[in-house]
């Protein structure tokens, strides 16, 4: 029996022959029942923060069903729900994420995702406003790749 070899992603490999284009993204100033039900619908543990295109932020979902358990034990039953509507993504986000860049390689990618244990990462474009996002590169992205 002929066991198939992997393919092995050479250093030489660039985010840019990999990075998603079409990716979902919040505003920080978005309420986070909105965010929770986009990415819930989008099947998303993590969605990039971008205030006009820049990058300013991620939004991870165990954040946000932390901080939700905090605010409901601080919030009188009547006003729950006025206190979720008025709860912003900023407040939530963990700003300034590290992200990748095109020219930067597959294996730099990977390696910072699992360094940071995290499902995907923003690619962006240092412009002067400050990093503008471009797409996005996800551990299935990288999965499909090494097993094709």
Same mark, same amino acid.
């Given at each position: ?11 030489? *490999? ?15 100033? *978005? ?15 993590? %969605? +990039?923060?971008?205030? *006009? ?9 165990? *954040? ?13 039953? #009547?006003?729950? %729900? ?14 300034? +994420? ?27 474009? #240092? ?22």
């Amino acid at each position: 029996m002929q066991e198939k070899s992997a393919f092995v992603v050479a250093p030489t *490999d660039r985010v840019e022959h990999l990075v998603r284009k079409h990716y979902v993204a919040v505003d920080p100033d *978005d309420g986070v029942l909105e965010a929770s039900r986009l990415m819930r619908m989008a099947r998303l543990r993590q %969605v +990039p923060v971008t205030r *006009d295109g820049i990058l300013v932020g991620m939004l991870w979902y165990r *954040d946000l069903l932390e901080s939700w358990v905090t605010r409901l034990r601080e919030a009188p039953w #009547q006003s729950v %729900v006025d206190a979720l509507d008025d709860f912003r993504v900023e407040s939530v986000m963990r700003p300034i +994420p590290e992200a990748v860049q095109p020219g930067d390689s597959l294996v730099n990618a990977a390696r910072t995702m699992l360094r940071l244990e995290m499902g995907c990462l923003p690619a962006v474009e #240092q412009t002067e406003e400050g990093p503008r996002m471009i797409g996005i590169v996800t551990e299935r992205d990288l999965l499909q790749i090494a097993y094709p």
